[in-house]
């Protein structure tokens, strides 16, 4: 079972002086792969670059690099196109208990893109947080399987924390977000990821978009506005990566469209670069994720 999904992304950056020149390296592109086939897509900007080069980064994720020379009061980032989004993976739990997570870790012959190692340590964002690592624990069991500690772990965070876009910003700190317990799917995501990290579970952030209108009968998922935020897991040999996203409390299936893949938000940001400019700048953003 499959669904398309027609995808229109804007990003638009307003400058109070003009701003002389501006590169970004853009991660907007969805991913292709397994569990989805990018059917047809552009990444374009306004004004037109005056430099372009689309590659791909260590993680498997579409880029784009683009540089204006030109003075500009505002710019336009967009991606168009359209996502085939194959059905819900099984929950049938193979992972191995967490207690043996650690062995089968150190077997993997392997510092590919999908490689767990990556994802163990502290990366750019993320740190250690021995209050992070206490929650962790006190919810989990090396007996459990690791499949197990990781639905457990969503749900105490859906739980722990209040969705408010007005709480958090995109530079606030995992510990900060889980202290005051309110933010968006970022907060949530990273949060979770240092948790699971702390008692040795292999953890990665997902940018990705989320399908705006549910199926009749069931309530809008939250987070639905922009684009959206979830996390992957390693649970062994047996059953790989799995997805799931805490904001929600559920795992990633048909309505979650994957972007780029990376240890947290700036491994994924969607615009990362600079603008040379004497004043401030307002973002905004539009999605719509329309299924066919």
């Known amino acids: 079972m499959s669904t398309d999904y027609d995808i229109r992304l804007e ?50 994720n579409p880029t784009t690099e683009i540089a204006h020379y030109g003075s500009m009061s505002e710019i ?50 993320l740190r250690i947080e021995p209050k992070i690592a206490a929650f962790a624990e006190d919810l989990t069991e090396l007996s459990m399987p690791v499949f197990h500690v990781v639905q457990t772990m969503s749900k105490a965070l859906h739980a722990h924390f209040e969705f408010d876009p007005e709480a958090t910003e995109v530079t606030t700190t995992p510990l900060d977000a889980f202290e005051s317990r309110r933010g968006v799917c970022q907060d949530i995501s990273h949060v979770m990821i240092t948790a699971l990290r702390a008692i040795g579970i292999p953890a990665g952030y997902v940018s990705g978009f989320l399908r705006t209108t549910p199926p009749p009968g069931q309530p809008r998922l939250e987070g639905a506005d922009a684009m959206h935020a979830w996390v992957r897991a390693w649970c062994g040999f047996e059953m790989g990566w799995i997805e799931i996203d805490p904001t929600n409390d559920l795992l990633v299936g048909g309505d979650h469209i994957a972007v780029a893949i990376g240890r947290d938000y700036a491994d994924v940001a969607p615009v990362k670069g600079s603008s040379r400019t004497a004043g401030s700048h307002t973002t905004e953003h539009q999605v719509d994720v329309i299924p066919l």
């Open 76 to 125: 336009l980032f967009r991606f168009s196109g359209r996502v085939r989004r194959f059905g819900p993976p099984t929950s049938l739990d193979l992972s191995c208990p967490l207690a043996s997570l650690g062995a089968e870790i150190g077997t993997v012959n392997s510092i590919g893109p999908s490689a767990p190692h990556h994802f163990l340590g502290e990366s750019e964002r």
């Open 11 to 60: 990003i638009t950056y307003a400058y109070d002086s003009p701003a002389a020149a501006n590169r970004a390296l853009l991660r907007i592109m969805p991913l292709s792969g397994p569990e989805q086939q990018l059917i047809s897509g552009y990444v374009s900007t306004d004004p037109l670059p005056d430099f372009r080069r689309d590659g791909v980064d260590f993680f498997g």
